[in-house]
């Protein structure tokens, strides 16, 4: 079955430190990874995606997201925190198996709190 | 204007009454998704569209159903409102090799 799991529910790191949000993934084909963001009462932004290639992907605001296929895991990095990257981070994959379905799947989320 | 729009923006209701969210995309995204997102839970799938007229259950499926009769519009439905319903509800549309664009968004309380 399709999942995503994002193991802590807060990462509390100082501005200017790097930070890592986890994320781990299960599929039966091959698996199309996203992270988003959310600020406080918004809808969720699109941060990055890993579709195929390099297996070091960058996005927007200075992020960038780790593959590791043998790890099954999709890790979001920064390597300068910024206060106003405080939010609620998601990771979600996409599974294109032999079913292709093309279900998004939803972690449960991880609070970042960047403190001055 | 291009997008996602979900309306209504807030609903309160009361239980037992049938609800309607409606979505609309003007991308002609072949995807569309409902989610319900509860503190704790993150998001977690209700259903999902892969064209018009073909629809499928998600993770949270009982007490919602949708239909897809235009590409454009994904109406979610509580035939029966319930407590437990009560939920922020969010609509995304997307490629077939893509992430979801997300709609701002259904606050919904179930009286």
């Known amino acids: 079955a399709q999942s995503v799991a994002q193991p802590e529910d807060q990462v509390n790191v100082a501005e200017g430190n790097p930070l890592t949000v986890k994320c781990t993934y299960s599929v039966s084909g091959n698996p199309y990874l996203f992270w988003y963001v959310q600020y406080p009462n918004r809808g969720l932004q699109f941060l990055l995606k890993?579709?195929?290639?390099?297996?070091l992907v960058k996005g927007s605001y200075g992020f960038e997201a780790e593959f590791n296929k043998s790890q099954t895991s999709f890790h979001l990095k920064k390597p300068s925190a910024l206060v106003s990257d405080s939010a609620l981070y998601f990771c979600?994959?996409?599974?294109?198996?032999?079913?292709?379905?093309?279900?998004?799947?939803f972690g449960q989320g991880t609070t970042l709190q960047v403190k001055p | 204007d291009a997008g996602i729009t979900q309306s209504p923006r807030y609903k309160i209701t009361e239980t037992g009454r049938q609800v309607t969210l409606m979505c609309h995309q003007t991308?002609?995204?072949?995807?569309m998704f409902w989610y319900r997102q509860d503190l704790g839970h993150g998001l977690r799938l209700i259903y999902y569209s892969a064209a018009a007229d073909i629809t499928d259950k998600g993770e949270v499926p009982d007490g919602y159903v949708v239909s897809r009769s235009k590409t454009e519009n994904f109406p979610l439905t509580l035939e029966s409102a319930t407590r437990s319903q009560t939920s922020v509800y969010f609509c995304?549309?997307?490629?077939?090799?893509?992430?979801?664009?997300f709609g701002p968004g259904t606050r919904l309380t179930v009286l």
């Open positions: 991308w002609s995204h072949s995807y």
């Open positions: 890993y579709i195929t290639g390099d297996n």
């Open positions: 979600a994959v996409r599974d294109y198996g032999s079913s292709n379905t093309g279900k998004l799947i």
């Open positions: 995304a549309s997307s490629g077939q090799k893509r992430g979801g664009l």
